[in-house]
């Protein structure tokens, strides 16, 4: 009897919205292009036929997930991440129903069932009813699937938005002081702030490896879809895969392991460009913002776990990284591209 199989596949679906103050969002992509953008979804969803989906940024959730699984025939559970201040789908930011958030989806026979959700950072809590949070929340969302009988276990994370160490912030300030946008050294509290925010990513990166410890440690197979927000070959994803002696797919299998790509990738022009929605010039955060954002870079992982050795790896490689067609014509899904793989299981 040939081992079981499963194909897996990873993807940050991309809530076109860019926080302008701690209070407000603004939509990015043009009025009709997230709708045609879900149609190159459900059609390149259809065509890979993923038994496992791993979605990150998600919005708004649970309906964006929800629905989806009843188009393609999978069951799902989910987890709002951020969703401001709201109260039975009332408040602030406007413009993001009950929040954005994680989906793990399967096929019905996989019986998908939720394990738990860890909390990385963040103060505050969320709900489809209520939330109330101060500043970002992170979670790691946990589920079982059993294939012929034998239990996987898949996580789903997003990590914070972070540089992945200050040398990245002086080199795009060095980018825009050639430019004549900036003079000077950046200075005490934008260094203070980043240096911050990687203290706060690198930390839920560490209780994200815990976390999946407990179950490593039993020798139960495990995969773990995300956003780390960090290149593959970054310390921090070598030191955590090492530890957790992981597989990450994408470098494994192939040489095109760009998941954000500038020069390929249509969507990313609208974080990257200088101005806001309404011509307003952005501010020097965000110019830095979208400087590094120029860069390629791999942040989207798909990790299998130590039960798991590179002959189980039968096939694998990015996704959505070309246009779908659409009733509107040729969409890209996202701003990023996914990451796929066809695994066996171990007898």
């Not at 019986?111 to 939330?131: D, E, H, I, N, W």
């Not at 050639?178 to 690198?202: K, N, S």
Request: a neutral charge; one cysteine or more.
């Amino acid at each position: 009897m040939s081992s079981p199989r499963l194909r897996v596949l990873t993807l940050n679906t991309w809530h076109g919205h860019l926080p302008r103050t701690p209070i407000t969002v603004e939509r990015i992509e043009p009025e009709g292009h997230k709708d045609r953008r879900r149609a190159a979804l459900v059609a390149g969803l259809r065509a890979l036929a993923p038994d496992v989906l791993l979605l990150q940024e998600c919005m708004p959730q649970p309906d964006f997930s929800s629905r989806l699984a009843r188009e393609l025939g999978l069951v799902e559970v989910s987890q709002i991440c951020n969703a401001g201040a709201r109260l039975l789908g009332h408040g602030i930011p406007r413009g993001i129903g009950a929040g954005e958030g994680l989906a793990i989806m399967a096929r019905p026979e996989l019986t998908l069932k939720q394990l738990g959700v860890k909390r990385l950072s963040g103060v505050g809590f969320v709900s489809p009813y209520a939330a109330l949070q101060l500043g970002q929340l992170r979670f790691a969302l946990a589920a079982e699937v059993r294939v012929q009988g034998q239990p996987v276990v898949v996580f789903n994370t997003h990590l914070r938005y972070a540089y992945p160490e200050v040398e990245a912030l002086h080199a795009s300030w060095r980018a825009l002081a050639e430019r004549g946008e900036v003079t000077g050294e950046p200075h005490r509290g934008l260094l203070r702030d980043v240096e911050a925010a990687i203290r706060v990513r690198d930390g839920e990166l560490a209780r994200l490896r815990d976390w999946m410890a407990r179950w490593v440690t039993r020798g139960v197979p495990v995969m773990l879809g995300a956003d780390l927000n960090l290149d593959h070959d970054a310390t921090q994803v070598r030191g955590f895969a090492e530890r957790l002696g992981l597989l990450n797919v994408l470098p494994t299998v192939s040489d095109s392991v760009v998941t954000w790509d500038p020069q390929g990738n249509p969507n990313v022009a609208f974080s990257v460009a200088p101005t806001h929605t309404d011509g307003a010039d952005k501010g020097l955060v965000y110019k830095l913002v979208a400087h590094y954002d120029g860069l390629p870079q791999s942040p989207d992982h798909l990790l299998l776990g130590p039960t798991f050795t590179r002959q189980h790896l039968l096939d694998g490689g990015r996704a959505f990284d070309r246009p779908f067609e659409t009733p509107a014509g040729q969409v890209y899904a996202s701003d990023h591209y996914g990451v796929w793989a066809d695994v066996a299981l171990a007898g």
